[in-house]
């Protein structure tokens, strides 16, 4: 066959060179509904359907020059049957009708091949959701040649101010269909867009990134002028003891250590008596000045407004003024508990439970300029880096401070710093916070996205000094 | 599988792509967990696609697509190029790649007992029980298991003339007991924490390690933790437990040594590296008795870095890493290998999946073993610590400071094991501690552990190394200071 002749259409290849977009509902809920008529023909007693579509595209640079580009697009069904208190999870991204038949076969057998499990509930029917608009046509649309021209302008500032720029400008899109046998129904979609960058002076760097549903709310040459000012001051660094100091911690900074506060909060952690809330609930524990909710409808966030079984995602608080009041519940750990379920399971069957996915950490006035003001001596965090538990239940981790530590002296910002390694309480950090900011969406490497606020935190530990 | 290869090939030349290679990926999971008692996972899944790297225009451009007819592999292929010209927008030059000879070839891994033939009423079986061997133990308040299967068949082609059928068998089998107690949470992982031990074999895996055995073993220590003396704060010498001794290796060798890491191109996410290019040959990284290789080579063992071929059509390789204590080699890429005076790639190009380009990472980076039996280095120990079974990792992004921290520590006093301690870690400087290396357990104590979630690149993927190392001793290393609050 000649090569002419194996080519498609010209027209089909030029709307996938432009920029392909998802598949309709419709055809998505076609698929839940074809599996779901060939469950009722094996007379399987439940089946739940979950279908999901990732479109991805990220262009990728460093050295000042575009190094990796890719897109990727799947479509994945993932099929969950139950049947005599048994329960198992089938996934394949092969839609045909006899690979979807054989996927949810599978989950049958796996599911026959346990012993019963007694906890486990019919699964639930219909719900109702509060609407969440997440779909940006405007990122939807972003294209390859719009992505690298933005690139390709970070890497002449950079080369302007004689640096070296690195980082990634993401677009992508996504959908989720979920139904199960008793006629839930319930379908999401959203964009998604993220651009971050590291600027190099020499072997000192900073870094700026942000992401959003909506690419026009975030400028990538803006940031990047962040970061190339920043890695600007950051050269020359001078060594200070390790010890403990004040520090004003951008957000990005918070959010990747407040956020492995997130399991913590789901009540089956608490009842595995692995959460850091074990035996606390009710009692204060963090500072007056902290509230933490978890919050999908909030205008900053992303995410479906329903979670792994389909219930409807609930806004709960889980710290108020200091004290652990309450935890997210699925609808299992809620049936033990004697409470409502929050909407915040995980697909079944899984050991975990539920998890908070949508973290407000309640803001406060300080301006970042006010805390620096206000500051007679401590240090500005840009960012931390490989953070890591130390102790569950004291909450101690450890990482480093990366792309920005500078000393800040008599209410203004002065010489950077060497990194420092911390070893620090994320309990006691959360005693400790003197000042709060305003809580926007913030965006980091170690954390999902969360609303939180730059923190100026006492008596933050810092043990160890790095050699750059 | 070939022709949708050849298909998105010839689509990727009458585009004029100058080079590209396809990847058509099958992966197969089998997830299983326990959790005090319960099944907590039970899942499996199954993924088609492909993947077409390109170079046009002089840049790279990748896309990937499930959609398996002429038509989706045509378009993908037809994508990929579109966005090679889109990246020639901000290039400073061509691609250049060393060069491979072409290979057609089939290779399958080890793996005598393929687990997805074993029937899951016998993993479960095994499973439950060993997580009622935890529970057995007074004192225990969370019993975990997990047993994770994978098998990959890779059909690769390039326009080089390569075509390459590889099939990688995945087995991974762990158990931990929880002992929440007072104000402390207290666990001890078998045979390794997070997931247990890893290798490319099959069921074998889980019927060599004897859960029933160890499980009770395991939960005793968990509960014994909690009466344990605090490991002390201290500058001491440190004999570190094989598993814990194969992360060592992995973040304080196997990452620094990626020559991507070394060239910037992962700044802006994983870092850089403390060992630029002036360093190779010159560097002291270790003492003298330090030597450490990344094997690809089935010769090396069924660890999670083997293989016959890397994800750019280039045999698997054994390289110098530290030899005699001296740095001597990079794990480098075919677009790489020229820029420290290679020839050819190291072959360390590997995939996450088909929708994910390959990139440099580890194969198995192992320390070779030394002449010292365990018990004869404990003996020849006045004062020191044996720690073992990683609780916590972190390293900074060019590779120099880290610190861990084990589940359990062990006093060594006058050449004898003493008291348990609890919460030991230790800290140091990459050279500065691989220098104060001066004793490595022999073969007989040396395992090649897996690292089943090693997290490189953007979008993310991870993937698994493997790490042979024996227990080794280390002096003057600063120890406790994790939870020092001074």
Redesign the interface.
């Known amino acids: 066959m000649s090569?002419k002749k194996?080519?498609?259409a010209t027209a089909?290849?030029q709307k996938?060179?432009l920029g392909?977009q998802l598949r309709s509902e419709r055809e998505l809920r076609a698929i839940v509904a074809t599996v779901l008529r060939l469950a009722k023909s094996l007379d399987i007693e439940e089946t739940e359907v979950h279908v999901e579509e990732v479109i991805?595209?990220?262009?990728?640079?460093?050295?000042?020059?575009?190094?990796?580009?890719?897109?990727?697009?799947?479509?994945?069904v993932?099929i969950r049957t139950a049947v005599d208190g048994r329960?198992?999870?089938?996934?394949?991204?092969?839609m045909e009708l006899d690979a979807l038949r054989t996927a949810l076969e599978?989950s049958l057998?796996?599911?026959a091949?346990?012993?019963k499990?007694p906890?486990l509930l019919p699964m639930p029917g219909k719900q109702s959701y509060r609407a969440v608009r997440r779909f940006v046509p405007a990122t939807a649309v972003l294209?390859?040649?719009h992505?690298?021209?933005a690139?390709?302008h970070v890497?002449e500032l950079a080369e302007r101010n004689g640096q070296?720029a690195?980082?990634?400008f993401?677009s992508g899109q996504s959908q989720t269909v979920l139904g199960n046998s008793r006629g839930l129904a319930a379908s999401y979609r959203q964009t998604q867009a993220e651009f971050?960058?590291?600027m190099?002076h020499g072997s000192a760097?900073s870094?700026a990134k942000a992401n959003s549903a909506d690419v026009r709310r975030f400028d990538p040459l803006s940031l990047a002028k962040i970061a190339s000012e920043k890695a600007n001051r950051a050269q020359n660094p001078v060594e200070l003891p390790p010890g403990k100091y004040t520090v004003i911690l951008e957000p990005a900074a918070v959010l990747d250590l407040a956020g492995f506060l997130f399991y913590d909060f789901a009540a089956t952690a608490v009842e595995?008596?692995?959460s850091c809330f074990?035996e606390r609930l009710g009692k204060p524990l963090l500072g007056k000045n902290i509230s933490i909710s978890d919050d999908v409808y909030h205008p900053e966030q992303l995410g479906a407004p329903f979670d792994g079984e389909g219930m409807p995602r609930q806004r709960v608080v889980l710290v108020d003024e200091g004290v652990p009041r309450n935890l997210v519940y699925s609808r299992r750990s809620a049936k033990k508990a004697g409470k409502k379920p929050t909407g915040h399971g995980l697909g079944l069957?899984?050991?975990?439970g539920e998890a908070p996915m949508n973290l407000v950490i309640e803001g406060g006035t300080s301006s970042l300029e006010e805390m620096i003001a206000s500051t007679d001596r401590g240090l500005l965090v840009t960012r931390l880096?490989?953070?890591?538990?130390?102790?569950?239940?004291?909450k101690?981790m450890?990482?480093?401070t990366?792309d920005g530590l500078f000393l800040v002296e008599k209410g203004k910002i002065g010489r950077a710093v060497r990194?420092f390694?911390f070893?620090q309480s994320i309990l006691e950090m959360l005693r400790n916070v003197q000042r709060l900011g305003p809580a926007h969406r913030a965006t980091g490497?170690e954390a999902f996205e969360m609303v939180v606020p730059p923190m100026k935190v006492g008596n933050f530990?810092f043990?160890?000094?790095?050699?750059? | 599988m070939w022709d949708y290869c050849g298909h998105a090939l010839e689509t990727a030349r009458l585009r004029r792509a100058t080079y590209a290679d396809v990847r058509v990926m099958h992966m197969r999971q089998r997830d299983l967990t326990t959790k005090n008692g319960l099944v907590g996972t039970l899942g499996q899944s199954e993924s088609l696609g492909l993947g077409i790297r390109v170079v046009a225009n002089g840049a790279w451009g990748f896309a990937s697509t499930d959609a398996l007819t002429r038509q989706g592999v045509a378009a993908c292929a037809a994508k990929a190029v579109a966005i090679a010209k889109a990246s020639a927008l901000a290039k400073k030059e061509n691609v250049h790649m060393a060069p491979e000879a072409a290979y057609v070839d089939s290779w399958q891994g080890p793996c005598l007992k393929d687990p997805f033939e074993i029937p899951l009423e016998t993993q479960l079986e095994l499973l439950l029980a060993a997580d009622a061997a935890i529970r057995g133990v007074k004192g225990v308040t969370l019993s975990e298991t997990d047993m994770q299967f994978r098998k990959i068949d890779t059909w690769f082609a390039s326009s080089g003339g390569s075509k390459i059928h590889q099939r990688r068998v995945i087995s991974g089998c762990g158990i931990v007991a929880t002992c929440f107690q007072g104000d402390a949470i207290q666990k001890r992982s078998y045979p390794n924490s997070f997931g247990g031990q890893h290798i490319l074999g099959g069921y074998e895996l889980i019927e060599s390690l004897e859960l029933l055995k160890h499980a009770p073993v395991t939960a005793e220590e968990a509960v014994a933790l909690h009466s344990a003396a605090q490991c002390p704060e201290k500058t001491g010498t440190l004999i570190l437990g094989g598993s814990q001794l194969g992360l060592q290796i992995h973040e304080s060798v196997g990452h620094p040594i990626e020559l991507d890491r070394v060239l910037g191109q992962e700044a802006n996410f994983a870092g850089t590296s403390f060992l630029t290019l002036d360093q190779l040959h010159h560097l002291q990284y270790g003492s003298s008795i330090v030597n450490v290789v990344a094997d690809a080579r089935a010769a090396h063992g069924p660890g999670l870095g083997t293989f016959a071929y890397d994800d750019e059509g280039v045999p698997a390789q054994c390289i110098d890493v530290i030899k005699d204590g001296q740095f001597r080699g990079y794990l480098s890429s075919r677009e790489t290998a020229h820029l420290i005076g290679l020839e050819r790639s190291g072959g360390t190009m590997r995939t996450e999946g088909w929708n994910r380009l390959p990139m440099i990472r580890m194969t198995n980076v192992s320390l070779l073993p030394g002449p010292w039996t365990l018990n004869n280095l404990i003996a020849d120990t006045d004062d020191g610590i044996l720690m073992e079974t990683n609780r916590s990792w972190s390293i900074d992004d060019r590779r120099y400071q880290f610190q861990f921290s084990t589940e359990i520590g062990w006093e060594i006093k006058g050449g004898k094991k003493a008291r348990m301690l609890k919460n030991p870690s230790y800290s140091g400087i990459t050279t500065e501690f691989w220098n104060s290396c001066d004793a490595i357990c022999n073969a007989g104590h040396w395992v090649l552990w897996g690292t089943p979630n090693c997290g490189k690149g953007q979008p993310m993927q991870t993937m698994g190394t493997g790490h042979g190392a024996a227990p080794a001793r280390f002096c003057k290393v600063k120890i406790g200071t994790a939870f020092s609050r001074e």
Request: net charge negative; glycine share 4%.
């Open positions: 090569a194996t080519m498609p089909t290849l996938t060179v392909e991805d595209e990220l262009t990728r640079f460093a050295n000042n020059t575009i190094h990796q580009h890719m897109a990727e697009h799947g479509l994945t993932s329960t198992a999870r089938v996934t394949t991204n092969r599978g057998s796996l599911a091949s346990q012993p499990d906890g294209s390859a040649e992505r690298a021209r690139v390709k890497c070296v690195a980082g990634i993401e971050s960058v590291t190099l760097a870094w595995d008596k692995r074990s069957p899984n050991e975990f880096w490989y953070i890591r538990e130390v102790d569950p239940y004291e101690i450890t990482g480093m990366r990194n390694r070893n490497e530990q043990s160890e000094v790095t050699k750059f």
